[in-house]
């Protein structure tokens, strides 16, 4: 049995910087290599949307279930090249105004992008929010274990792409409604066309009552 776009599908995979060391994976025996202990599963994904890197995500189209494949992709394939624009300068009090004391080689989080302090000398700090793997080809050494026909597990691997957490739902015809508390419905509501486009069904959201 082969893979089509849109399928969903239930992905093992190891990923290693080319003639390098692995930077993810999702197998158990890999993990400890990478002194990971929680959480570790195979990845439900939906094939062609993007839920992977674009080089795999293309390659999965005509594989076949239950075989292991190793591809190497290129840095446009995978996480980009480096973009010399993304190398900024920033005045040092902007990391003391968050009690950060800025060293050469820190990797640190600045407004939700992972970025890596280049150099740290003086009042300003040259910082890289590329991407840790841009510029890099990498290879990842794969299995598609199965397809995913059930609708729940379909939507909640969605969940855990989009949301990272997983809202309480039900189901009618071609319909999700999700119940969450009020300062996360607008949240939800922004994902609703990913949702239509992906597995077919219209978003709806409920508010959860509170009890008094």
Do not use: W
């Amino acid at each position: 049995m082969k893979v089509k776009k849109g399928d969903f599908i239930e992905l093992e995979f190891t990923a290693k910087i080319k003639d390098g060391d692995i930077f993810d994976t999702n197998i158990k025996k890999d993990a400890k290599n990478l002194n990971i202990s929680s959480n570790i599963k195979p990845l439900i994904l939906s094939v062609g949307h993007s839920m992977i890197i674009p080089g795999l995500d293309s390659s999965l189209v005509g594989k076949e279930i239950g075989k292991t494949y190793e591809e190497t992709f290129s840095p446009e394939q995978a996480f980009g090249k480096r973009n010399p624009k993304l190398i900024k300068m920033i005045p040092k009090r902007a990391f003391k105004e968050q009690n950060i004391e800025p060293q050469t080689g820190m990797q640190l989080n600045l407004d939700g992008q992972i970025a890596k302090i280049i150099s740290a000398s003086g009042g300003r700090i040259l910082v890289d929010f590329n991407n840790p793997l841009a510029g890099k080809s990498v290879t990842y050494k794969f299995k598609i274990n199965k397809k995913i026909t059930d609708k729940n597990e379909k939507i909640n691997a969605l969940q855990d792409f989009f949301f990272r957490k997983k809202f309480p739902f039900t189901t009618s015809n071609k319909t999700i409604t999700f119940k969450t508390e009020k300062n996360l419905v607008s949240y939800i509501q922004m994902m609703s066309k990913p949702f239509k486009d992906i597995i077919g069904m219209e978003v709806k959201v409920e508010e959860e009552s509170k009890e008094i």
